[in-house]
């Protein structure tokens, strides 16, 4: 919530919640820690609120709360990041783009969920086995664009490169999970 709020502003925020029926997190968001507070059924649904507000435009926005979203992990885990970040410099660039996809997909999978990262000859795979964006929504194309964001900012913090990430499947198509190819730099 604080990433959208980051994005879209306070307002924008408050008709979101409004939008997506949670209107008790107006003027009382959880609390910014690791704990999870917010169901999958809820976070679906203010991403929903998000693609109506906006319409074609959402895709931007919601990859721009992706971004934020990493970019506020990184805050919340200081020690954790500037560690890591420093040891990355000893590692060659395929080894950092890999162990920041592994980190990123420990928090997109706590508490409980199943997100892997699986390397490949041409490119690393991120699978997301739960994909709480998707919950109860059907598309046609892939949707998950916050993860997206998520994606290319902790590639982009972890090698200094901008890569392309493209979702392959999406469970809101029917694909049994949501699969990001990371590709190599533009």
């Known amino acids: 919530m604080l990433a ?10 408050t008709t979101i919640l409004r939008q997506a029926g949670l209107q008790r997190y107006t003027g009382n968001l959880p609390p910014d820690n ?10 679906a649904a203010m991403i929903q609120a998000i693609e109506n507000y906006y319409g074609r435009g959402a895709r931007g926005t ?6 934020a979203s990493f970019t506020r992990l990184l805050a919340s885990n200081k020690f954790k990041a500037q560690t890591t970040q420093w040891l990355y410099r000893l590692q060659p660039h395929a080894s950092r783009k890999l162990n920041a996809l592994k980190w990123l997909a420990e928090e997109i999978a706590a508490p409980g969920g ?8 041409q490119y690393i795979t991120l699978v997301d086995h739960e994909s ?15 993860t997206l964001g998520e994606i290319q900012e902790a590639v982009k913090w972890a090698t200094g490169a901008e890569h392309e990430v493209v979702e392959v499947a999406c469970k809101a198509k029917g694909d049994p999970a949501c699969c990001f190819e ?3 730099t533009f």
């Open 4 to 13: 959208v709020q980051e994005v879209m502003g306070r307002s924008g925020l």
């Open 182 to 184: 990371i590709r190599d």
């Open 114 to 121: 199943q997100v892997t990262v699986e390397p490949g000859e």
């Open 132 to 146: 709480d964006a998707t919950f109860g929504r059907t598309r046609d194309a892939e949707i998950c664009w916050v």
């Open 34 to 43: 690791q704990e999870t507070s917010l169901a999958a059924a809820e976070y």
């Open 62 to 67: 919601l990859n721009r709360i992706g971004h």
